[in-house]
């Protein structure tokens, strides 16, 4: 079992930045890959950003890549989001998730474990 908890959202000017956490309490996470998605008012759920278990790999959507930098500390069982550069169209509910499978994967379906989301607002 997984429980995740995100932070860090909130009002920004486009251009601006914020740093998203993720922070994740139970035995798995060490062991899981994490992921990063999230959903603008009246669309799907999309992906943003995945970590392997080990930190080794990353992987990115194409609207994010060279302004998001996603990271973990697995001493502090959290996961982060960093994101500069922001623009409008970043506007939606920010959310973790985690794979215990530890399938790099794109596809919500395969995340198992999910928070609360946080919602992240960039102004023009």
């Known amino acids: 079992q997984v429980q995740l908890v995100e932070s860090g959202g909130g009002l920004v000017q486009a251009g601006g930045s914020l740093r998203l956490s993720c922070a994740a309490s139970g035995r798995t996470f060490s062991y899981s890959d994490m992921g990063w998605f999230r959903q603008a008012a009246g669309k799907e759920r999309e992906f943003v950003a995945a970590i392997s278990w080990s930190g080794s790999r990353r992987d990115y959507a194409d609207s994010v890549k060279g302004r998001f930098t996603i990271s973990r500390d697995d001493a502090k069982n959290t996961m982060y989001l960093q994101m500069n550069s922001l623009k409008p169209e970043d506007t939606a509910v920010y959310y973790c998730?985690?794979?215990?499978?530890?399938?790099?994967?794109?596809?919500?379906?395969?995340?198992?474990?999910w928070g609360q989301g946080t919602q992240v607002t960039v102004s023009s």
């Open positions: 998730a985690a794979d215990s499978l530890s399938r790099m994967s794109p596809k919500l379906y395969d995340y198992d474990y």
